[in-house]
């Protein structure tokens, strides 16, 4: 992502006029949008003209048009950012007040303006204006005949292709056919690596499966390379990791990234991080209870005694339309931070971020135990 322009007063109102590059930049711009902020854009509007013979001429203009923003649709695979609203700039070719839907679409500028540019919401822009975060993962989860391309952000994790290729059974006294199925598979999957990786920005490529597919396919990628001179990958060999796995499904990438040598390469990365933190969490909970929280209530009250030592917040909360209860949040992150705690903001389009959700999207690590949180609870309720 590009800052264009910033112009923000000193009572947080303004605007910023980005330019988004990656397709991870839309998603960035889709946790910075919210109902009641204005957009400018250019977009296409499809224009009728009556003649004054009563026939009716259709056609497609390009135009720039200013919207206030009631609805935001998202499609994290595609990249398709679509934003409907009422129109309030003044336009020959559109009226005021009429809805309008615009498609924000990657190497085209659009300028946001909010009545209140939060600390979450400049530290988003920060984030995707940096260069330096961007995607450095692939991941080739595979078993036979079954293989997932994934690319993981640092906030979204991406299949950028499924493989699926038939492979014959071996039969009594003949593999030829389950070993021409197998190399077929294999080379499939090494185009499908040479299509969807770009080795200057990806530090890692991981290969996972069950058994010995990811050695064999590890096997018969470097014999092509050098049969055919791929520069590509002969260069980037070192970057190739090898792990076991249940299964080539994508699901089956949460536990690769969990593996304690995976987190060792990527430990500079805003997932591991949040990985490690969640365990960790987890961890807590079970061997010491007192200090590990979760859900609004339990974590604010741990917030107000100074005890929080790590946030745990999941990016869905910041993106509610209800603006009391993203301040709240907010203010949660700047207090917290007052105190010396850490804060993590989870990607809701990784493992860890699900997992988040699922324990209401706001959890808490303390830094000393705090027994009497559940019993004032409890005492509450007699």
């Given at each position: 992502m590009?800052l264009v322009?910033?112009n923000i007063e000193?009572?947080?109102s ?13 998603w960035h711009v889709?946790?910075?949008i919210s109902?009641?902020?204005e957009?400018k854009?250019?977009?296409?509007r499809?224009?009728?003209?009556e ?5 009716v001429?259709?056609r497609?203009?390009?135009l720039?048009?200013s919207?206030t923003v009631?609805k935001i649709?998202?499609d994290?695979?595609?990249?398709l950012?679509r ?9 020959k070719?559109?009226?005021?007040g ?6 924000l ?7 946001l303006?909010k009545q209140?540019w939060?600390?979450?919401a400049?530290e988003?822009?920060e ?11 692939a991941?080739i ?10 690319l ?5 994790t991406?299949v ?5 290729h038939p492979?014959?059974?071996k039969?009594k006294g003949s593999v030829?056919n389950?070993?021409?199925?197998l190399q ?7 185009q499908a690596?040479?299509l ?5 920005i ?7 499966s069950p058994?010995?597919?990811k050695d064999?396919?590890y096997?018969?990628?470097f014999e ?5 001179d ?8 070192s970057?190739f ?17 969990q ?11 805003k997932y591991?991080r949040e990985v490690i933190?969640l ?12 200090r590990?929280?979760?859900g609004?209530?339990?974590v604010k ?7 929080i030592?790590?946030l745990l ?18 203010q949660?992150?700047e207090?917290v931070?007052?105190t010396?705690?850490?804060v993590?903001?989870f990607?809701s389009l990784?493992f860890?971020?699900e997992?988040l ?10 830094n000393f135990?705090l027994?009497d949180?559940?019993?004032?609870e409890e005492e509450?309720?007699?």
């Amino acid at each position: 992502m590009r800052l264009v322009r910033r112009n923000i007063e000193r009572d947080r109102s303004g605007s910023i006029t980005l330019y988004p590059e990656h397709l991870e930049d839309m998603w960035h711009v889709y946790n910075l949008i919210s109902p009641g902020d204005e957009l400018k854009a250019s977009t296409i509007r499809r224009i009728q003209n009556e003649s004054t013979t009563g026939s009716v001429d259709s056609r497609r203009i390009k135009l720039t048009l200013s919207i206030t923003v009631e609805k935001i649709d998202f499609d994290p695979q595609g990249g398709l950012l679509r934003i409907r609203g009422k129109v309030i700039g003044e336009n020959k070719y559109v009226k005021m007040g009429t809805y309008h839907t615009i498609d924000l679409e990657l190497n085209r500028n659009f300028t946001l303006t909010k009545q209140e540019w939060d600390i979450i919401a400049l530290e988003r822009v920060e984030e995707a204006c940096d260069i330096t975060r961007q995607a450095d993962v692939a991941a080739i989860v595979l078993q036979e005949g079954l293989a997932n391309i994934c690319l993981v952000t640092q906030n979204m994790t991406i299949v950028r292709q499924r493989i699926e290729h038939p492979i014959p059974k071996k039969r009594k006294g003949s593999v030829t056919n389950y070993e021409k199925g197998l190399q077929k598979f294999y080379e499939q999957v090494m185009q499908a690596i040479l299509l969807h990786v770009n080795f200057e920005i990806v530090k890692v490529v991981i290969c996972a499966s069950p058994g010995f597919v990811k050695d064999q396919l590890y096997k018969y990628i470097f014999e092509e390379a050098v049969k055919n001179d791929i520069k590509q990958l002969l260069e980037n060999k070192s970057k190739f990791i090898l792990i076991h796995c249940s299964s080539g499904h994508k699901h089956a990438l949460q536990e690769v990234l969990q593996d304690a040598n995976i987190q060792g390469q990527l430990s500079d990365t805003k997932y591991a991080r949040e990985v490690i933190a969640l365990e960790k969490f987890y961890k807590m909970l079970n061997e010491d209870s007192d200090r590990a929280f979760y859900g609004w209530d339990h974590v604010k009250k741990a917030e107000e005694r100074g005890a929080i030592g790590t946030l745990l917040l999941s990016d869905e909360l910041f993106r509610s339309a209800d603006i009391p209860t993203r301040r709240k949040y907010v203010q949660l992150v700047e207090s917290v931070r007052s105190t010396g705690g850490k804060v993590l903001i989870f990607s809701s389009l990784h493992f860890s971020g699900e997992q988040l959700n699922q324990l209401t999207g706001v959890a808490a690590i303390l830094n000393f135990p705090l027994p009497d949180i559940e019993l004032d609870e409890e005492e509450a309720k007699v």
